[in-house]
């Protein structure tokens, strides 16, 4: 089945400690992003790469980085730098600008948890 | 900038009741999303609006979409408990990346 995986679900971290999230997609599409979402709020854009090998800055990239070495792969870190890290992080994807019927329509993951001790 | 607001941000009805949340942005804007989000997970693609009077239903939610007014409409009819969930709009423009509203909040009450 064609889909976004996230990995892992749920994350403990230290404080000081860095982590990074997996997002895998098989879905073929040219643009992938990172979302921020605390409790009870909506979604933050963290980064954004509508290319491989090329990313940029969202609107809360501090404390965070990226890299798109492969098409289907957008891992994120989050460094120690970021001072409260404590969110559920959403992965999402679309097919990219240009695309033939290309809506514009994110698809998203099921996301990660991750908690700070 | 890009604004968009959506109200009730708390909703609670009663089954077998209509309503409407409003999804409300500040500039123009080309195409409009609405997503659903149970608590805990994932947003789940409802709707795409791409165009000024653009219409779509979905068995109990039906959506719409006024450019012009830089509003659109998410109506529920005849709810039922399995409605319950947080409703998000997201607009997009042009290259821009797609903003979110703050979402709203829906609880169905037998």
């Known amino acids: 089945d064609g889909g976004i995986t996230q990995s892992p679900k749920y994350l403990f971290r230290k404080e000081g400690q860095n982590v990074t999230l997996s997002c895998e997609q098989n879905?073929?599409?040219?643009?992938m992003y990172w979302y921020r979402q605390d409790p009870g709020q909506g979604l933050r854009l963290i980064y954004y790469?509508?290319?491989?090998?090329?990313?940029q800055k969202g609107d809360i990239a501090e404390g965070y980085s990226v890299s798109r070495e492969k098409k289907e792969s957008f891992p994120l870190t989050v460094t120690s730098a970021q001072k409260n890290p404590t969110a559920f992080y959403l992965c999402?994807?679309?097919?990219?600008?240009?695309?033939?019927?290309?809506?514009?329509?994110?698809?998203f993951g099921e996301g990660s948890r991750l908690t700070v001790l | 900038e890009l604004k968009v607001e959506q109200n009730p941000l708390f909703l609670s009805m009663q089954e077998g009741k209509n309503y409407t949340i409003y999804c409300n942005y500040s500039t123009t804007s080309d195409r409009l999303y609405w997503y659903r989000q149970d608590p805990g997970k994932s947003l789940e693609s409802l709707f795409v609006?791409?165009?000024?009077?653009a219409v779509k239903q979905e068995g109990r939610l039906m959506a719409s979409l006024d450019t012009k007014a830089r509003l659109s409409t998410l109506h529920i009819t005849a709810a039922v408990h399995d409605l319950s969930a947080t409703y998000f709009c997201a607009v997009g423009r042009g290259n821009e990346k797609l903003t979110f509203g703050t979402g709203t909040r829906l609880t169905i009450i037998p």
């Open positions: 790469s509508q290319i491989v090998n090329d990313f």
């Open positions: 999402a994807s679309s097919p990219g600008q240009g695309v033939f019927l290309n809506t514009g329509e994110l698809f």
């Open positions: 879905l073929n599409h040219d643009a």
């Open positions: 609006l791409l165009s000024n009077g």
